[in-house]
DNA sequence: TCGGATTACGTGCACCGTAATGATC
DNA sequence: GATCATTACGGTGCACGTAATCCGA
């Protein structure tokens, strides 16, 4: 049985051109790398390497078996990652979801449903992602803006969210009622970047916006508050977010500035959910 | 990076069901399997079993590492072989042959023109085997009753062979100039096994026979010797074997008993044989 | 003379086996 | 008490590093 390192060490020797190359690589002495490639040598009964002239290299056998080398290497990183998974993947429920808000409604749902399971939401900006994700099973379940029709999907809606901007009182449309998404036309827009498909949605309704986007949620608040910048600003149904303070929040009219989040999962899994869907609220009729 | 030996025990233990049972399965003590699964656990960070119960047993996790143990395993053995094999290639030319005469003609000839190279034969049946062989690189050059059509091989017949039966002088066929495969019906021939396309032509032939096929040239030549079974006796250029003493020989008058050989390799490799072509002889126009 | 591989030699770690202990039926 | 895994302990092989040697440029 040929150990790990000696493939290790081969493979490294390959890519380095030399054995002292490598040895500086592997933190290891030139004598070691030495010994081990005779050892590897003895053990397969061939001659990797052409020695006795100038400096010994890597013989066309040797070239060929480096190469065979980092493709064991490569299942046996392939093992510790496939484990480590399996492992995580074991304990953290992944979840997708196409935009942040229901990942805030979802987190204390999954607390109490399934316990001694951390659950774990990355959001996306498309459905396609999600549902890619899922049939590949990245992840276990998605909040999506439907129910994918089919057999194959078990889904329900559980909440509502309306999209507002929140305004400086001196902003030309701090007065409205509501705007439509035509009316902001031309307005730069401080938001976080992390916020799904609301992103995309708005860079097609709004036209000539400019979207300044923010890494965290902190940074995008704080601008807000420093600046006269027009934002965004949500209603959902028991909202952790407060609107800040100064502004005038301006709901949008349009139809698309509502969303109803379904909570989906493969059919084949929905007995595992059903707990879940038990403890989902239902989508709020109102708003 | 894990060492081989882990993978090796943990697939091991997979296998036996127990810790004590896989010791015994790998020469090693219990004691010895115990602190190796406790060190891949602790390098993976990852709880393979389930301890604590009655006996320690794979969790789900342990079981899928398992598996992907065996993957990594084979993937080793892959590495052993093809080196292995690499080397063989390197130091012998590998060629098939469609029967065992031609091979006795190139012996000489590759010894001639390919020093330093060991030349090992294949005597296979039928000519979709070699050509496959030579398709997937198993062989290098092959021996055939043909040169395929196309631009993809090179070949030139180089050698004559005719099959003859030979009989006991008081066979009712011993005194005739030659016969038919028809003529042989319901006899029962004793041959050597390895005779290439011979034998399934010979079954084609000749209605109703038995071969007792022997697997090596002594034990055939033996019973031949110490018996009035008819056998087969080729007339070949330069023959090494003699005709068996106290036997009639009769040639088969049919035009399949007589075979043209043609050497033929893939035509990438035609110039890597060109002196091979240039050492073998003419095929015989006569007989 | 220098850069780089091999050989020589002593050391320490890590794996091993035996023996004792623990745990569960 | 029997079976099986784990812990304890002493031994040893093996891979390591340092140092010396060898060999071409």
Same mark, same amino acid.
């Given at each position: 049985?040929?150990?790990?390192?000696?493939?290790?060490?081969?493979?490294?020797?390959?890519?380095?051109?030399?054995?002292?190359?490598?040895?500086?690589?592997?933190?290891?002495?030139?004598?070691?790398?030495?010994?081990?490639?005779?050892?590897?040598?003895?053990? $397969?009964?061939? @001659?990797? /390497? #052409?020695?006795?002239?100038?400096?010994?290299?890597?013989? %066309? !056998?040797? &070239?060929?078996?480096?190469?065979?080398?980092?493709?064991?290497?490569?299942?046996?990183?392939?093992?510790?990652?496939?484990?480590?998974?399996?492992?995580?993947?074991?304990?953290?429920?992944?979840?997708?979801?196409?935009?942040?808000?229901?990942?805030?409604?979802?987190?204390?749902?999954?607390?109490?449903?399934?316990?001694?399971?951390?659950?774990?939401?990355?959001?996306?900006?498309?459905?396609?992602?999600?549902?890619?994700?899922?049939?590949?099973?990245?992840?276990?379940?998605?909040?999506?803006?439907?129910?994918?029709?089919?057999?194959?999907?078990?889904?329900?809606?559980?909440?509502?969210?309306?999209?507002?901007?929140?305004?400086?009182?001196?902003?030309?449309?701090?007065?409205?009622?509501?705007?439509?998404?035509?009316? $902001?036309?031309? @307005?730069? /827009? #401080?938001?976080?970047?992390?916020?799904?498909?609301?992103? %995309? !949605?708005? &860079?097609?309704?709004?036209?000539?916006?400019?979207?300044?986007?923010?890494?965290?949620?902190?940074?995008?608040?704080?601008?807000?508050?420093?600046?006269?910048?027009?934002?965004?600003?949500?209603?959902?149904?028991?909202?952790?977010?407060?609107?800040?303070?100064?502004?005038?929040?301006?709901?949008?009219?349009?139809?698309?500035?509502?969303?109803?989040?379904?909570?989906?999962?493969?059919?084949?899994?929905?007995?595992?959910?059903?707990?879940?869907?038990?403890?989902?609220?239902?989508?709020?009729?109102?708003?």
């Amino acid at each position: 049985m040929i150990e790990t390192y000696l493939l290790r060490d081969l493979a490294e020797i390959d890519r380095c051109g030399s054995f002292t190359a490598a040895a500086k690589a592997l933190f290891v002495s030139q004598p070691a790398l030495s010994r081990a490639m005779q050892k590897l040598e003895s053990q $397969l009964g061939v @001659e990797l /390497f #052409v020695r006795g002239s100038a400096r010994t290299a890597l013989g %066309p !056998l040797g &070239r060929l078996a480096a190469e065979h080398a980092r493709v064991v290497l490569a299942a046996m990183d392939g093992f510790e990652a496939a484990v480590r998974e399996a492992d995580r993947a074991r304990r953290v429920l992944r979840y997708g979801s196409i935009a942040p808000a229901p990942v805030w409604t979802l987190g204390p749902v999954f607390a109490q449903t399934i316990p001694g399971r951390e659950a774990e939401a990355d959001v996306r900006e498309t459905e396609e992602e999600l549902l890619a994700a899922l049939g590949e099973g990245r992840i276990e379940a998605a909040v999506l803006l439907r129910t994918p029709p089919g057999p194959d999907w078990r889904g329900r809606p559980f909440l509502r969210e309306h999209l507002c901007v929140t305004l400086p009182p001196v902003h030309r449309l701090a007065r409205r009622k509501a705007v439509s998404f035509a009316d $902001l036309a031309g @307005e730069t /827009f #401080v938001l976080f970047g992390k916020v799904g498909f609301w992103l %995309p !949605l708005c &860079r097609a309704k709004i036209p000539r916006a400019t979207f300044l986007e923010q890494g965290t949620l902190e940074a995008t608040r704080s601008i807000v508050a420093n600046s006269d910048l027009p934002a965004f600003f949500t209603a959902v149904a028991a909202s952790r977010v407060p609107a800040p303070e100064g502004r005038v929040v301006v709901p949008i009219r349009d139809r698309e500035a509502t969303a109803l989040y379904h909570f989906v999962v493969p059919a084949s899994r929905a007995d595992d959910f059903e707990p879940v869907f038990a403890a989902l609220p239902g989508a709020d009729p109102d708003n």
